[in-house]
């Protein structure tokens, strides 16, 4: 895996779910897994064959944040302040051309990504069409769920 641009929150935010995972999730699904066994035959023990399911997916989880954050590199998006155009970090307001809404997201590592939170990723259609572009422009993009729409940039920090 090469280097992870990540934001200092979510590196903070990956650091924090990695602990969690390990220290409280980890041992809690070893003690259900434990737990469910003592019901008998295994085959059709469906609380173990879920507890295993869940224990899968911890241990997947740990080892995709551990290697992330050995190759995260944080990026300090305050030393951006006074750039004009958009790049990793950047806080931007978009106006939909065709509705005239507003949306505000923040470009982060796809790992970092939660559309709930506004925070999309560098790679993602919208993101990417975006980036480099400077305040005032328009931009065209193809989404997925929505087809084709168009935005404008109304304004771009970094914070």
């Known amino acids: 895996m090469n280097r992870l641009l990540v934001t200092e929150v979510g590196l903070n935010k990956l650091k924090t779910e990695l ?3 390990r ?10 897994i ?4 003592k019901h008998g035959d295994l085959s059709e023990n469906a609380e173990y064959h879920a507890a295993r399911e869940k224990q899968s997916f911890i241990e997947g989880r740990i080892a995709q944040l551990e290697e992330s954050l050995q190759n995260a ?10 750039v004009q ?3 990793f970090g950047a806080k931007v307001t ?3 051309e065709e509705t005239e809404n507003q949306v505000v997201y923040k470009i982060v590592s796809p790992i970092e990504a939660d559309p ?16 480099g572009r400077k305040k005032g422009d328009s931009v065209e993009v193809a989404l997925p769920s929505e087809g084709v729409r168009y935005y404008c940039i109304e304004s771009i920090e970094y914070k």
């Open 19 to 21: 602990i969690n995972l």
């Open 23 to 32: 220290d409280t999730e980890r041992p809690a699904v070893i003690k259900a």
């Open 34 to 37: 434990a737990e469910a066994a």
């Open 73 to 82: 590199e944080v990026v300090d998006v305050k030393k951006f302040t006074g």
């Open 85 to 87: 155009d958009v790049r």
């Open 94 to 96: 978009l106006l939909d």
């Open 116 to 131: 709930e939170d506004r925070l999309i990723s560098q790679e993602s259609p919208l993101a990417r069409a975006i980036l």
